[in-house]
């Protein structure tokens, strides 16, 4: 059985189509977004467990952030295949060192010819001693407050920094006037220093992945207030019907990804669009 790949954005009235294999081989098509001067793009790859997220600009310049879960390599190359990815300037790994492999890190090192890893400082102690191409490539350690321009027009400023449980780095990103919060932690302690935070009014919010029963408050959705919210969904996961009815609360879209599923939103100077791409299997 083949599957139809639609791609189908609620802004637009166009969609097309191109056949894949499961988990999208390297025989699809690409998807072309067309960035041109002042556009960016980031998008919310449908892995089966973990998360990440492609961020790009004119020129095909490419950003990583995070490298999914547990037996998602194959599902991350064909979302990048597909994306038409073909190198990686930088890869930032937001998430605990429990969640990464560093075999997955040296192969996606190899393969897309990645010249920087962004992560927090202690993490970056340990990468380095795990990586096996140290002579090609910087380790960069972000603090809290730490403030780049990633892309052209794209800033990324470190929110909050933690080492402990339930807790990372989370960044937002700023392009032109648009606001994308991305949320590793979800401690008491991460969201007493995010409430004092410029967060207010984000338009795109992507939730922390592994983020557990009350582990987010009403308090903190309303603060952000969030036009988009994107929820990393593996397979039988349930989410909390508190944190989808506070986001219902403030109005926002919500869009979930999964193995099957992936959103991006294309960002222009003065407005954004958001393009779902679900695999549907074809009869």
Request: aromatic share 10%; net charge negative.
């Amino acid at each position: 059985m083949r599957i139809l790949l639609f791609l189908f954005s609620i802004f637009i009235s166009s969609t097309f189509s191109v056949k894949a294999e499961p988990y999208i081989s390297s025989k699809v098509e690409n998807i072309d977004l067309k960035l041109s001067v002042d556009e960016a793009a980031v998008s919310f790859l449908g892995l089966s467990t973990g998360e990440s997220i492609l961020v790009q600009g004119p020129n095909g310049n490419n950003i990583l952030v995070n490298a999914g879960g547990k037996g998602t390599k194959a599902e991350l190359e064909g979302w990048l295949s597909l994306y038409g990815v073909k190198e990686i300037a930088a890869l930032i790994l937001t998430n605990s060192p429990q969640e990464i492999s560093f075999m997955k890190i040296n192969e996606l090192i190899s393969k897309y010819n990645i010249k920087e890893i962004i992560t927090t400082p202690e993490f970056s102690k340990q990468l380095t001693k795990k990586l096996e191409q140290t002579n090609r490539i910087s380790v960069v350690s972000w603090k809290m407050g730490t403030k780049k321009e990633i892309l052209p027009q794209l800033i990324s400023e470190v929110q909050f920094v933690g080492h402990e449980q339930n807790e990372g780095m989370d960044l937002k990103l700023q392009f032109f006037n648009h606001n994308i919060f991305l949320m590793t932690s979800f401690s008491q302690q991460a969201e007493r220093i995010l409430l004092r935070k410029n967060l207010k009014d984000v338009n795109i919010f992507k939730l922390p992945n592994s983020a557990k029963e009350d582990s987010l408050s009403g308090k903190l959705i309303e603060f952000l207030n969030p036009q988009i919210a994107i929820l990393f969904a593996a397979e039988k996961r349930k989410f909390d019907g508190d944190i989808l009815h506070d986001l219902y609360e403030t109005w926002s879209e919500v869009y979930f990804t999964n193995k099957n599923s992936t959103v991006t939103v294309k960002f222009t100077e003065t407005n954004y669009e958001v393009i779902t791409i679900p695999i549907v299997k074809e009869e």
